[in-house]
């Protein structure tokens, strides 16, 4: 699978993506046995040397400031700043450190662009906010192509029919992220599971 990784996020310092042999929180992480690196960066070198891809719009976003990455929002995008990287992985860990500077909240997003069933490849996601983070099935939830067409047509089913569906395709983990403090993430990806874990704090999905 050729898929992508989505950053709206305010500041990064090192990622590394390594292979890895119903909604719930606060539960055991996985246990996985890191395989080949697939992708690092430490930030410690001049911005637009890697394979970090963003589009024109986002001119501006993102910049490299010693060892990190600072990313902002941009006035009249009219979406959050997108920076990405093209990795091909099955089961996956994703490692970082970030730190809330300024910002109030980010996703990490997991693509699939070969994937037609949901909007523009969106596969799951981790969001993160000062209080806590979500991880969240996109592929039969509200990316789902069918889902996001009944809710075009009528936006109440979101907290009427479909609430409880929705529901259980996301879980959150509350975590207080203190501004200007880092924090380490790992996103595991193993077979139907996705895990975020902060700590001792520990958020997954079932697909």
């Known amino acids: ?22 909604s719930f929180a606060g ?3 996985l246990k ?18 890697r394979e970090w891809i963003s589009g024109e719009k986002f001119d501006g976003a993102f910049s490299i400031d010693e060892g990190a990455y600072p ?4 006035k009249g995008a009219g979406h959050g700043s997108v920076s ?7 089961d996956i860990v ?11 909240r980010f996703n990490l997003v997991l693509d699939d662009g070969n ?10 996601r981790v969001s993160f906010s000062k209080s806590g983070f979500t991880v969240q099935d996109d592929k039969t939830g509200t990316m789902n192509l ?34 200007g403090e880092w924090y380490h993430v790992t996103i595991t990806k193993m077979g139907d599971i996705l895990e975020c874990r902060v700590g001792d704090s520990i958020a997954q999905v079932k697909s």
């Open 84 to 90: 990405r990287i093209m990795v091909d992985y099955a």
């Open 27 to 29: 539960s055991s992480p």
């Open 94 to 104: 994703l490692e970082f450190d970030l730190k809330f500077d300024g910002g109030l």
């Open 146 to 179: 069918k889902i996001r067409e009944q809710l075009k047509k009528d936006p109440s089913l979101k907290e009427g029919k479909l609430k409880k569906y929705l529901e259980a395709r996301k879980s959150f983990a509350k975590h207080k992220f203190e501004e």
């Open 71 to 74: 990313i902002k929002e941009l």
């Open 115 to 124: 994937f037609k069933p949901v909007w523009a490849g969106h596969i799951a």
């Open 32 to 49: 996985v046995k890191k395989g080949e690196l697939l992708f690092s960066d430490d930030f410690e070198r001049k911005f637009g040397e």
């Open 1 to 22: 699978m050729k898929a992508s990784l989505h950053y709206f996020l305010m500041l990064l310092a090192f990622i590394g993506l390594m292979n890895s042999a119903m």
